[in-house]
C-alpha cells in the first residue's frame, strides 16, 4: 500500500472536491457525462454502442455527452452528444443494496471513436491487491454547487485487500462481486462529485463506484462493482440487444 498518496489530500481546502496536484482538465477518452433531468452520473465506453454506470443512477430525459470537459458547456469542441435506445439493469439490482450496482446503456446510434472518444478495454483477469488505478469522475465547486460540475478530476489509488476494506465498511459484506480502491476509508471534509466514477487499472476498466463515504477525489476508499465478475452479463446483454 503505498501510503505516501494519502498526505497531499488531507490539507485540502473544504471548498473543493480535489487535490491540486491530482491530473485536471485531462478527460479520459472512454468517460461518458450522463447527463438527466436528475442528478448526473459518470459512465464509461464500452463498445461504440454502449456506456456502462452504475444502476443506483437515476437519469430521466437522459442525454450522453463523451469527450467532453466542462458539462455545462457542450459547445465544446469535439464533443459528441448521443441519446439511447435502451437502459438495461442488472436483474439482481435492489435499490436497497450495493448489490450487482451496474447498469447498460444502449445509444441511439454508434459514436466516432477518435483521439477524444475511445472505447475503455474490459478485464482478461480479476484486478489484485495494490494494483494502481486512475479514478475518474466530475467535479463541483462548491462555493457554487448550484451549477454543473466544471472540470474533470483523476486520482492515482490503489486496489485495496477485501479486508482492509471490511473493517472500513463493517456496515457492509465485501463480497467477491466487489473491489475496493483507495487509500484508507474516509469520512473526511465534505465534497461534491459526480456519482458512479470508474477505476481503470492499467488501460482496463475494474471498476464502477457503487458507494463512498469520503470524497473518491481525495483518495477516500470507495466499494466498487467488480467488472471481471460482471463480464458474463455484459457480455451477454450486449450480443442479446
Given at each position: 500500500?503505498?501510503?505516501?498518496?494519502?498526505?497531499?489530500?488531507?490539507?485540502?481546502?473544504?471548498?473543493?472536491?480535489?487535490?491540486?496536484?491530482?491530473?485536471?482538465?485531462?478527460?479520459?477518452?472512454?468517460?461518458?457525462?450522463?447527463?438527466?433531468?436528475?442528478?448526473?452520473?459518470?459512465?464509461?465506453?464500452i463498445?461504440?454502442?454502449?456506456?456502462?454506470?452504475?444502476?443506483?443512477?437515476?437519469?430521466p430525459?437522459?442525454?450522453?455527452?463523451?469527450?467532453?470537459?466542462?458539462p455545462?458547456?457542450?459547445?465544446?469542441?469535439?464533443?459528441?452528444?448521443?441519446?439511447?435506445?435502451?437502459?438495461?439493469?442488472?436483474?439482481?439490482?435492489?435499490v436497497?443494496?450495493?448489490?450487482?450496482?451496474?447498469?447498460?446503456?444502449?445509444?441511439?446510434?454508434?459514436?466516432?471513436?477518435?483521439n477524444?472518444?475511445?472505447v475503455?478495454?474490459?478485464?482478461?483477469?480479476?484486478?489484485?491487491?495494490d494494483?494502481?488505478?486512475?479514478?475518474?469522475?466530475?467535479?463541483?465547486?462548491?462555493?457554487?454547487?448550484?451549477?454543473?460540475?466544471?472540470?474533470?478530476?483523476?486520482?492515482?489509488?490503489?486496489?485495496?485487500?477485501?479486508?482492509?476494506?471490511?473493517?472500513?465498511?463493517?456496515?457492509?459484506?465485501i463480497?467477491?462481486?466487489?473491489?475496493?480502491?483507495?487509500?484508507?476509508?474516509?469520512?473526511?471534509?465534505?465534497?461534491k462529485?459526480?456519482?458512479?466514477?470508474?477505476?481503470?487499472?492499467?488501460g482496463?476498466?475494474?471498476?464502477?463506484?457503487?458507494?463512498?463515504?469520503?470524497?473518491i477525489?481525495?483518495?477516500?476508499?470507495?466499494?466498487?462493482?467488480?467488472?471481471?465478475?460482471y463480464?458474463?452479463?455484459?457480455?451477454?446483454?450486449?450480443?442479446?440487444?
Amino acid at each position: 500500500m503505498k501510503f505516501i498518496l494519502l498526505w497531499p489530500f488531507l490539507s485540502l481546502p473544504a471548498a473543493f472536491a480535489f487535490d491540486s496536484d491530482s491530473i485536471g482538465d485531462v478527460v479520459p477518452p472512454y468517460l461518458a457525462y450522463l447527463k438527466s433531468d436528475y442528478l448526473p452520473c459518470t459512465g464509461a465506453l464500452i463498445h461504440p454502442l454502449w456506456v456502462i454506470t452504475a444502476a443506483h443512477c437515476n437519469l430521466p430525459r437522459l442525454q450522453i455527452a463523451l469527450g467532453i470537459t466542462n458539462p455545462s458547456n457542450i459547445s465544446e469542441g469535439n464533443v459528441q452528444v448521443v441519446g439511447y435506445n435502451k437502459i438495461i439493469h442488472h436483474p439482481q439490482f435492489l435499490v436497497s443494496s450495493i448489490d450487482n450496482d451496474l447498469m447498460l446503456i444502449k445509444l441511439s446510434k454508434l459514436v466516432e471513436l477518435n483521439n477524444y472518444v475511445k472505447v475503455v478495454n474490459l478485464p482478461s483477469s480479476p484486478a489484485f491487491e495494490d494494483m494502481m488505478c486512475d479514478v475518474s469522475t466530475w467535479a463541483y465547486n462548491l462555493c457554487d454547487a448550484t451549477k454543473d460540475p466544471d472540470s474533470v478530476q483523476n486520482v492515482e489509488v490503489s486496489v485495496i485487500s477485501k479486508t482492509a476494506c471490511q473493517v472500513g465498511y463493517p456496515g457492509y459484506k465485501i463480497k467477491n462481486s466487489m473491489i475496493c480502491v483507495g487509500i484508507v476509508p474516509g469520512r473526511r471534509l465534505p465534497c461534491k462529485e459526480v456519482s458512479a466514477a470508474s477505476a481503470v487499472c492499467k488501460g482496463v476498466l475494474h471498476g464502477i463506484l457503487s458507494y463512498a463515504d469520503g470524497c473518491i477525489l481525495r483518495a477516500d476508499v470507495g466499494i466498487y462493482s467488480n467488472i471481471f465478475h460482471y463480464l458474463p452479463w455484459i457480455k451477454n446483454t450486449i450480443r442479446n440487444n
